[in-house]
C-alpha cells in the first residue's frame, strides 16, 4: 500500500493531477476580470467561460455578442469527458439557397453583410444557459452579473474600438438602434468615453432570470422578430424556439507525441488542422532547413484548405467523411504531388471561398481542478450585421455570409462554390474558427483564435512552435504566413521570413504577398502536467489580457 503510494509519487501521477493555478487568456481585460471574479466566487472554468463569453459580448461588440455563436471546447476534470458546444448560427427556416441572389442569379454585395437579412439564428445564449446548467457549479445569474454590471455601467472606448466602428459606421448608422448603441450623436465615440447598454443589461438580467425563455421565447423574442421583420429580415418566432445548441465529438488528431483535440464540423478548423499536420509528419519537418520546412507548410496548407470546401457542411445535414480526411493515409495521398523543390500550382476547381469575417474572438481557461475551456466566438464582421433590433440591446450576427452563396455556379474565376454549404432552412453555415486542445504526457495547451479563413493556418503554425519547444510568449507572438488553396498566394506579415527566404520561396514558384496589416488575437494556456505550473499569453497585437492566480 505504501510501496503504492511511494510509486505514484515518484512517477508524478499524484503531482501532476491538478494544475496549481487557474488561468484566463482573453482578448480584453475586463473579460478577464469577470472570468476571475467568478472563479473566486466559487466557480469553475465553466461558470467563468459563461462571465467571459457575456462579458466579450459587452466590452468587445465588434468581435461578439449576445446575438452571435461560437464553438466551447470543454474538458471536464471529474470524468475527463471532452466535448465541444456548438452554439453556431442558423439559417432562419425562411432561408433558401438564392436567398442572397438577385433576379439574374447574381450576388447582391451587401446583402448577407448589412442588416437584418444577414443575420443567423443566436446560438450564443443558449450555449451560456447550457454551459451553466450542465458544466458549471454556479446559478447562471451569477456568472452573468459582471456582464450585466458592464452593460449598466458602460466600458471605456479604446482605439481598437474607434478603429472597428469607423469600418462598419455607415452600416451601423443605417440601424438607429445600434447607432444609439455604439455611436455618440451618430459619430464614434472618443477614447475613454463610455459606451453604456442599457437594453443589453436588461436583456442579459432576463436570460439570468429566466434562462433560455429569457432570450428565445416570451417579450424580448417577439422585439426580436419583430425588429428583424421590420427591417427586411425573415426570422419567426419559431426560428427562436426551435433554436439548440448541439454537444459534439471533437475532431482528434495526433502530431508526433502530440495529441490535437479541435472543433468538429459544421466549423472546418479541425479537420483542416488535422490533415495539415497529418501531411508535415509525413516529412520530419524537425530538422530541414528553414526555407523547405515553410515550403512544405504552405503546400500542406494548400491541399487541406483545398479539400474544405469540396467536403465540408453542417453535420446535421451533409454527410462527411471526417475519419477518412483526418487518417494520416489520407494525407499521405494528399502529399503525394508535393515536390520538394517547387510550388504546385493552384488550379481552379470547385471550391467556395474561406474567407469569414476576420472579427472573432477567443479565449482560454484553466480552473484548479483541471477543468478547461478553449471557445471560439463570433458575429462574423466586425459589428456584425451592424444592426440592432429596437428595445433588445441584441447586436446581430452576419454570418449568413459563411454560406456559399452561390453553389454550383461558377464565379468570375470559373470556380464553384462547395455544395455542401449551400444555404439551407435550419441550417449551420461552414466556419473557421478553431478552438483547440493539445495534450502530450508533459502538458496541456488551450489556445485559439480570431482571423477568418486564417485562424486554421495560425493554430497550425503556433502548435508546430509548442512542438518545438518553443515558449508559449512565441506561439502567439511568431510573425505569420497563410496559403489557402485559392487565390495562389502566401500573404505573410512582416518579419516572417527574411530577405534569403523571400527569394528562395520565390524561385520555389511560390507568389508572396506582404500584408499592410498583422492579423489574429490568440489567446493561449499551458498547464505543464509535471511542475502543475501554469503559464499563458495574449497576443501581442491585441490588447488582451492573461491572468494566472
Ligand atoms: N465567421 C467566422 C467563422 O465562423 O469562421
Given at each position: 500500500?505504501?510501496?503504492?503510494?511511494?510509486?505514484?509519487?515518484?512517477?508524478?501521477?499524484?503531482?501532476?493531477?491538478?494544475?496549481?493555478?487557474?488561468?484566463?487568456?482573453?482578448?480584453?481585460?475586463?473579460?478577464?476580470?469577470?472570468?476571475?471574479?467568478?472563479?473566486?466566487?466559487?466557480?469553475?472554468?465553466?461558470?467563468?467561460?459563461?462571465?467571459?463569453?457575456?462579458?466579450?459580448?459587452v466590452?468587445?461588440p465588434y468581435?461578439?455578442s449576445?446575438g452571435?455563436?461560437?464553438?466551447?471546447?470543454?474538458?471536464?476534470?471529474?470524468?475527463?469527458?471532452?466535448?465541444?458546444?456548438?452554439?453556431?448560427?442558423?439559417?432562419?427556416?425562411?432561408?433558401?439557397?438564392?436567398?442572397?441572389?438577385?433576379?439574374?442569379?447574381?450576388?447582391?454585395?451587401g446583402?448577407?453583410i448589412d442588416g437584418a437579412?444577414a443575420a443567423?439564428?443566436?446560438?450564443?445564449?443558449?450555449?451560456?444557459?447550457?454551459?451553466?446548467?450542465?458544466?458549471?457549479?454556479?446559478?447562471?445569474?451569477?456568472?452573468?452579473?459582471?456582464?450585466?454590471?458592464?452593460a449598466?455601467?458602460g466600458f471605456?472606448v479604446?482605439?481598437?474600438y474607434r478603429r472597428m466602428a469607423e469600418w462598419r459606421l455607415d452600416a451601423l448608422r443605417s440601424s438607429p438602434a445600434a447607432a444609439g448603441q455604439f455611436l455618440h450623436d451618430w459619430e464614434i465615440p472618443a477614447?475613454?468615453e463610455l459606451i453604456r447598454q442599457p437594453d443589453l443589461?436588461?436583456t442579459?438580467?432576463?436570460?439570468?432570470?429566466?434562462?433560455?425563455?429569457?432570450?428565445?421565447?416570451?417579450?424580448?423574442?417577439?422585439r426580436?422578430?419583430?425588429g428583424v421583420?421590420d427591417a427586411g429580415g425573415?426570422?419567426?418566432?419559431?426560428?427562436?424556439?426551435?433554436?439548440?445548441?448541439?454537444?459534439?465529438?471533437?475532431?482528434?488528431?495526433?502530431?508526433?507525441?502530440?495529441?490535437?483535440?479541435?472543433?468538429?464540423?459544421?466549423?472546418?478548423?479541425?479537420?483542416?488542422?488535422?490533415?495539415?499536420?497529418?501531411?508535415?509528419?509525413?516529412?520530419?519537418?524537425?530538422?530541414?532547413?528553414?526555407?523547405?520546412?515553410?515550403?512544405?507548410?504552405?503546400?500542406?496548407?494548400?491541399?487541406?484548405?483545398?479539400?474544405?470546401?469540396?467536403?465540408?457542411?453542417?453535420?446535421?445535414?451533409?454527410?462527411?467523411?471526417?475519419?477518412?480526411?483526418?487518417?494520416?493515409?489520407?494525407?499521405?495521398?494528399?502529399?503525394?504531388?508535393?515536390?520538394?523543390?517547387?510550388?504546385?500550382?493552384?488550379?481552379?476547381?470547385?471550391?467556395?471561398?474561406?474567407?469569414?469575417?476576420?472579427?472573432?474572438?477567443?479565449?482560454?481557461?484553466?480552473?484548479?481542478?483541471?477543468?478547461?475551456?478553449?471557445?471560439?466566438?463570433?458575429i462574423?464582421y466586425p459589428f456584425g450585421a451592424a444592426f440592432v433590433p429596437a428595445g433588445t440591446g441584441v447586436l446581430l450576427n452576419d454570418?449568413?455570409?459563411?454560406?456559399?452563396?452561390?453553389?454550383?455556379?461558377?464565379?468570375?474565376?470559373?470556380?464553384?462554390?462547395?455544395?455542401?454549404?449551400?444555404?439551407?432552412?435550419?441550417?449551420?453555415?461552414?466556419?473557421?474558427?478553431?478552438?483547440?486542445?493539445?495534450?502530450?504526457?508533459?502538458?496541456?495547451?488551450?489556445?485559439?483564435?480570431?482571423?477568418?479563413?486564417?485562424?486554421?493556418?495560425?493554430?497550425?503554425?503556433?502548435?508546430?512552435?509548442?512542438?518545438?519547444?518553443?515558449?508559449?510568449?512565441?506561439?502567439?507572438?511568431?510573425?505569420?504566413?497563410?496559403?489557402?488553396?485559392?487565390?495562389?498566394?502566401?500573404?505573410?506579415?512582416?518579419?516572417?521570413?527574411?530577405?534569403?527566404?523571400?527569394?528562395?520561396?520565390?524561385?520555389?514558384?511560390?507568389?508572396?504577398?506582404?500584408?499592410?496589416?498583422?492579423?489574429?488575437?490568440?489567446?493561449?494556456?499551458?498547464?505543464?502536467?509535471?511542475?502543475?505550473?501554469?503559464?499563458?499569453?495574449?497576443?501581442?497585437?491585441?490588447?488582451?489580457?492573461?491572468?494566472?492566480?
Amino acid at each position: 500500500m505504501w510501496g503504492l503510494f511511494f510509486l505514484l509519487l515518484v512517477s508524478g501521477s499524484v503531482q501532476g493531477a491538478a494544475p496549481n493555478a487557474a488561468g484566463i487568456a482573453s482578448a480584453h481585460p475586463l473579460a478577464t476580470e469577470a472570468g476571475r471574479e467568478v472563479i473566486e466566487a466559487g466557480g469553475n472554468a465553466f461558470d467563468a467561460a459563461v462571465a467571459v463569453s457575456a462579458a466579450l459580448a459587452v466590452v468587445e461588440p465588434y468581435s461578439s455578442s449576445l446575438g452571435g455563436g461560437g464553438f466551447w471546447l470543454l474538458q471536464r476534470a471529474s470524468d475527463g469527458r471532452q466535448v465541444m458546444l456548438d452554439g453556431r448560427e442558423r439559417a432562419p427556416l425562411a432561408a433558401h439557397r438564392d436567398l442572397y441572389l438577385d433576379e439574374a442569379g447574381e450576388v447582391v454585395p451587401g446583402r448577407s453583410i448589412d442588416g437584418a437579412l444577414a443575420a443567423g439564428i443566436p446560438g450564443e445564449p443558449a450555449a451560456l444557459v447550457h454551459l451553466a446548467e450542465h458544466y458549471g457549479r454556479l446559478p447562471l445569474s451569477r456568472s452573468l452579473a459582471p456582464a450585466i454590471r458592464l452593460a449598466r455601467d458602460g466600458f471605456p472606448v479604446d482605439r481598437h474600438y474607434r478603429r472597428m466602428a469607423e469600418w462598419r459606421l455607415d452600416a451601423l448608422r443605417s440601424s438607429p438602434a445600434a447607432a444609439g448603441q455604439f455611436l455618440h450623436d451618430w459619430e464614434i465615440p472618443a477614447e475613454g468615453e463610455l459606451i453604456r447598454q442599457p437594453d443589453l443589461a436588461s436583456t442579459l438580467q432576463l436570460l439570468a432570470d429566466k434562462g433560455r425563455d429569457g432570450f428565445y421565447a416570451g417579450e424580448l423574442a417577439q422585439r426580436l422578430v419583430k425588429g428583424v421583420r421590420d427591417a427586411g429580415g425573415i426570422w419567426s418566432l419559431q426560428d427562436l424556439q426551435q433554436y439548440q445548441v448541439v454537444e459534439r465529438e471533437p475532431i482528434r488528431g495526433r502530431y508526433g507525441e502530440l495529441k490535437i483535440i479541435s472543433a468538429a464540423p459544421p466549423s472546418s478548423g479541425g479537420v483542416v488542422l488535422v490533415t495539415m499536420l497529418n501531411i508535415l509528419e509525413g516529412f520530419q519537418i524537425d530538422n530541414l532547413p528553414r526555407v523547405q520546412r515553410v515550403h512544405l507548410m504552405i503546400e500542406a496548407m494548400r491541399r487541406a484548405y483545398r479539400d474544405r470546401a469540396d467536403y465540408l457542411g453542417d453535420p446535421d445535414f451533409v454527410d462527411m467523411p471526417l475519419q477518412a480526411l483526418t487518417h494520416p493515409w489520407y494525407a499521405a495521398g494528399l502529399a503525394r504531388d508535393i515536390q520538394l523543390e517547387r510550388a504546385t500550382p493552384s488550379t481552379p476547381q470547385p471550391v467556395s471561398k474561406a474567407t469569414e469575417g476576420a472579427d472573432t474572438t477567443h479565449f482560454s481557461i484553466i480552473d484548479r481542478e483541471g477543468n478547461r475551456v478553449a471557445a471560439t466566438l463570433s458575429i462574423n464582421y466586425p459589428f456584425g450585421a451592424a444592426f440592432v433590433p429596437a428595445g433588445t440591446g441584441v447586436l446581430l450576427n452576419d454570418e449568413m455570409d459563411d454560406f456559399s452563396a452561390r453553389p454550383g455556379v461558377p464565379n468570375v474565376y470559373g470556380l464553384v462554390g462547395g455544395e455542401a454549404n449551400a444555404i439551407g432552412p435550419g441550417k449551420r453555415m461552414l466556419s473557421s474558427m478553431s478552438p483547440t486542445f493539445v495534450e502530450s504526457d508533459a502538458g496541456v495547451a488551450m489556445l485559439g483564435t480570431p482571423g477568418g479563413s486564417r485562424i486554421i493556418s495560425m493554430v497550425l503554425l503556433a502548435i508546430l512552435e509548442l512542438a518545438d519547444g518553443q515558449p508559449i510568449a512565441q506561439w502567439v507572438r511568431q510573425p505569420r504566413f497563410h496559403h489557402q488553396y485559392l487565390p495562389d498566394r502566401v500573404e505573410y506579415e512582416a518579419g516572417a521570413f527574411d530577405d534569403k527566404t523571400v527569394t528562395e520561396l520565390q524561385s520555389m514558384g511560390h507568389i508572396l504577398h506582404r500584408l499592410e496589416r498583422e492579423y489574429g488575437n490568440m489567446q493561449a494556456l499551458y498547464w505543464d502536467r509535471r511542475s502543475g505550473q501554469v503559464t499563458g499569453a495574449s497576443d501581442p497585437r491585441g490588447s488582451g489580457r492573461t491572468v494566472i492566480w
